[in-house]
């Protein structure tokens, strides 16, 4: 009883910090971006146990034009350490255990008009290490694309394309994503950021595209926002992993505070590993 009560607090302060680097949702129906593309440094290996998935994408929403039959789904390039979704694992050594990338489309069958859309498609995967540069674009006519340039492997490419049935796509992600118990320790740094639209939007108008604060929460920081032509250039976007940790922790504080005095003592003693624990205000 113990366990399940405390592993509910974690996943609900989990999802409660989990977080977008930013996100941009177009106001015109008539509207999409055609093209997102940022590049990035791989981060060391995670010290907690879970999955991390640190993403740019490219999404529909109901008033997209051709939502259906395709329905929504996220057109998105993944870096991953642990477990996922992703296909062709097979192909490298140790996909739970390295950073590895690929594209991807994941579409859970929500609302889509054809069964045979739903599900978690992609193409190649590619193991990665720390330290090496990833250049990723997602866009109507590529799923994903990653490019290592490490050491040893310059030029190494993996691309999946998926027939999105002329979608619009209409929101626009970054983000680093954590489940089954994952806890940043590493800053997150994406970089010369680039989205492009069929059209100015109306968004812009009323300033709320390509801003430095539009969908950001307390743990990111986007620098140097530019707008020209119905493309949106970024500096940089940093995801910065002490608030992140603090939110979680304080959360949990909280959380656990709500608890009787003896109950939380049992569950700090017994269950919480050192790394979770609440001790900051």
Not at 35 to 61: C, D, E, H, K, R
Not at 74 to 98: D, K, M, R, Y
Not at 131 to 157: I, M, N, R
Not at 259 to 265: A, C, D, G, I, R
């Amino acid at each position: 009883m113990l366990r399940y009560t405390t592993a509910i607090a974690i996943l609900l302060c989990q999802l409660t910090v989990r977080s977008t680097a930013f996100f941009w949702m177009l106001k015109d129906a008539n509207n999409s971006f055609n093209s997102f593309s940022a590049n990035m440094v791989v981060p060391q290996n995670p010290t907690n146990p879970g999955s991390y998935f640190i993403w740019i994408g490219l999404q529909s929403t109901r008033n997209s034009t051709n939502y259906q039959p395709t329905g929504n789904g996220v057109l998105q390039p993944v870096l991953t350490f642990g477990h996922s979704c992703a296909p062709h694992t097979e192909q490298i050594a140790s996909p739970n255990g390295t950073w590895h990338v690929s594209g991807l489309y994941v579409n859970l069958g929500l609302d889509n008009a054809r069964s045979e859309k739903v599900g978690c498609f992609g193409g190649d995967v590619m193991d990665v290490a720390p330290g090496d540069t990833l250049d990723k674009a997602c866009s109507v006519q590529s799923g994903g694309q990653y490019v290592k340039d490490g050491p040893g492997a310059h030029g190494c490419t993996v691309i999946f394309t998926y027939d999105m049935s002329g979608q619009a796509q209409t929101f626009a992600i970054m983000e680093v994503e954590l489940l089954h118990h994952a806890l940043v320790d590493f800053d997150v740094t994406f970089q010369d950021i680039k989205l492009s639209t069929d059209n100015e939007d109306s968004a812009v108008k009323v300033d709320q595209f390509c801003t430095t604060n539009h969908g950001l929460a307390a743990v990111e920081n986007c620098s140097n926002v530019k707008y020209d032509h119905n493309q949106c250039t970024i500096g940089s976007c940093v995801f910065s992993a002490s608030p992140a940790n603090r939110e979680f922790r304080r959360c949990l504080k909280k959380m656990l505070m709500s608890w009787s005095p003896s109950f939380q003592q049992l569950i700090r003693l017994s269950l919480l590993p050192t790394s979770v624990m609440p001790t900051e205000a």
